[in-house]
Nanobody
Framework: QVQLVESGGGLVQPGGSLRLSCAASGSIFSIDAMGWYRQAPGKQRELVTRFSKWGSTNYADSVKGRFTISRDNAKNTMYLQMNSLESEDTAVYYC???????????????WGQGTQVTVSS
């Protein structure tokens, strides 16, 4: 059983910073792609940023220069450093990972439960 658990969300003023974490646990042989998505009220879930299987990253235009994704492979943990937060960043942030549970098993996509980020004065 694989679990992704996000943490680090909360209420922050415009211009502030937050750091989200996503820890993967359970039966994990390898983690391929891994990324962050968000869903604002009344909107569809959208990609924020993502590591590809080969380690390259891509960012949504709206967060370029403000958000930074990183990962600690030894801890199976991914981070999202969010700076210069804006009210438009308010959303539930979800962690997503493509994980191979066993050496010869199939790669499956897993989601965390989400963490709320609210940017407001």
């Amino acid at each position: 059983q694989v679990q992704l658990v996000e943490s680090g969300g909360g209420l922050v003023q415009p211009g502030g910073s937050l750091r989200l974490s996503c820890a993967a646990s359970g039966s994990i042989f390898s983690i391929d792609a891994m990324g962050w998505y968000r869903q604002a009220p009344g909107k569809q879930r959208e990609l924020v940023t993502r590591f590809s299987k080969w380690g390259s990253t891509n960012y949504a235009d709206s967060v370029k220069g403000r958000f930074t994704i990183s990962r600690d492979n030894a801890k199976n943990t991914m981070y999202l450093q969010m700076n210069s937060l804006e009210s438009e960043d308010t959303a539930v942030y979800y962690c997503n990972a493509d994980i191979r549970p066993y050496r010869y098993g199939a790669v499956n996509a897993y989601w965390g439960q989400g963490t709320q980020v609210t940017v407001s004065s």
